[in-house]
């Protein structure tokens, strides 16, 4: 509380400071969520912005970067409603800066690899935005489902339910790659 105090009291360089330690989680967070590194950029950039001029709403009941990633993900829910988003493996490459094979691995291995990787991110792409949005949170973004909720402002149940729902179609899509019965 001690850095928003200060940017309420026009500190601005409180603020930047809060910009610095949240904004490559929350940039991270936001490319999986969109497939997109040029959005989750843009997305990071509009949520701080909107952070920073709704900083009196913040009254501290949550951590900052739940308040902070919640403005987030509005946003990129926003965004995702007025055109949806492509996944790429080149996309999530330049996102997250990691190679989707392992080391050691031959062509064939790698050209499987790649192509399971394409059919993931797609699979969660297809996701609806309310199972697409859970997953990410959890599975990726590693959030406890009390976190998930009050994110998404919703009742746990619902966050429980509702990432029960998306990993069983994205288990169903992907039956084949994985080679597992539904």
Same mark, same amino acid.
Request: aromatic residues 12%.
């Given at each position: 509380m001690g850095l928003i105090r200060a940017t309420?009291? #026009?500190?601005?360089?409180?603020? #930047?400071?809060? &910009?610095?330690?949240?904004?490559?989680? %929350?940039?991270?967070? %936001?490319?999986?969520?969109? #497939?997109?590194?040029?959005?989750?950029?843009?997305?990071?950039?509009?949520?701080? &912005?909107?952070?920073?001029?709704? %900083?009196?709403?913040?009254?501290?009941?949550?951590?900052?970067y739940t308040w902070l990633y919640r403005i987030a993900f509005n946003l990129a829910m926003t965004q995702a409603r007025q055109r949806r988003p492509a996944a790429s493996v080149d996309r999530v490459r330049e996102a997250t800066g990691r190679e989707p094979i392992q080391p050691g691995e031959g062509p064939r291995e790698r050209l499987e690899q790649l192509e399971r990787c394409r059919q993931v991110r797609e699979a969660i792409a297809a996701l609806d935005d309310d199972f697409r949005g859970v997953l990410v949170l959890r599975e990726l973004e590693g959030q406890p489902y009390d976190a998930i909720a009050e994110i998404l402002d919703l009742p746990v149940g619902t966050v429980r339910s509702r990432l029960h729902r998306a990993r069983a179609q994205l288990r169903e899509q992907l039956k084949e790659v994985l080679n597992v019965e539904p």
């Open positions: 309420l009291s #026009g500190e601005s360089a409180a603020f #930047g400071e809060l &910009v610095r330690k949240y904004q490559d989680r %929350l940039y991270n967070t %936001l490319a999986h969520l969109t #497939g997109r590194p040029e959005d989750a950029r843009d997305l990071v950039q509009d949520a701080f &912005v909107q952070a920073f001029v709704k %900083l009196e709403s913040f009254h501290g009941k949550s951590a900052f």
